[in-house]
């Protein structure tokens, strides 16, 4: 039989008292077969909980993290709480919106020409951005993380030529920074040069920001000359960028 012994430290002037409950059952502790020290907590000790630094109306014993987006883990005495920016419940963290400033002429037939110039970030009254925003080189726009992502895009298309057989505004996308492949097209005619409206929208799986991008072009069917329109005041031709999730 091993036995329990209670030694007192001779350095010390102070009592420690062993006080039993008020309880009618027998209980017992069961000490760990380990050397150590043990640590106490007075009754009645909690945890303070903070949500962005405002500290909740009552505190807590015990903490419970739920939802497929949420991890706890750490093995000492800090934990660290580990909440996913995607569908476990992050919201949108990015959100852009750009437009073309000038007018891009488009002349060449049965081929697509890009708009590679006069791109800007609106600028308008009450324009808000949300996060790191989209980048532009001659046309071809870079994403600022990995993602899934939401593209509207508009154009505003008037003839200035006597008229046109068909038009296509088209968006190109690239996997490898090289290679574009049309992921989508809004086709459209005119023959008494009034502008027509395009639109057209896509979700991009971004896995690689250096290697994921797109960019703009128009596909002329037959010779004419026409106008995808453009201004710096407002937005006729432009497209707007939204973060979804996690890739």
């Known amino acids: ?61 015990t903490l419970n993290f739920v939802g497929s987006g949420v991890t706890a883990s750490g093995t000492g005495t800090t934990k660290t709480i580990t909440i996913s920016g995607g569908g476990g419940g992050g919201g949108i963290t990015m959100a852009d919106h750009w437009r073309l400033t000038a007018g891009r002429n488009f002349v060449a037939a049965n081929t697509t020409e890009f708009i590679t110039a006069n791109w800007e970030r609106s600028d308008s009254t009450g324009y808000g951005q949300l996060g790191t925003g989209m980048t532009e080189s001659s046309g071809v726009f870079s994403f600022p993380s990995t993602g899934i992502y939401f593209i509207h895009a508009e154009a505003l298309v008037v003839d200035t030529g006597g008229g046109w057989e068909r038009i296509d505004f088209e968006l190109h ?4 920074n090289s290679t574009y492949s049309v992921v989508n ?63």
């Open 185 to 247: 097209l809004k086709r459209g005619g005119n023959a008494d040069e009034r502008a027509v409206p395009y639109s057209l929208s896509s979700i991009i799986d971004v896995t690689d920001t250096s290697n994921v991008k797109f960019k703009f072009g128009a596909y002329q069917k037959q010779y004419h000359t026409a106008d995808i329109l453009g201004d710096t005041n407002e937005t006729r031709t432009g497209f707007t960028v939204i973060r979804l999730g996690d890739t």
């Open 1 to 61: 039989m091993s036995n329990v012994k209670i030694q007192g430290n001779a350095s010390g002037t102070g009592t420690i008292t062993l006080q039993a409950p008020n309880t009618n059952t027998d209980r017992t502790i069961n000490l760990p077969d380990l050397s150590g020290n043990l640590g106490l907590t007075s009754a009645g000790t909690s945890i303070t909980v903070q949500d962005e630094g405002s500290t909740l109306s009552t505190a807590a014993e």
């Open 173 to 176: 996308v690239t996997t490898n």
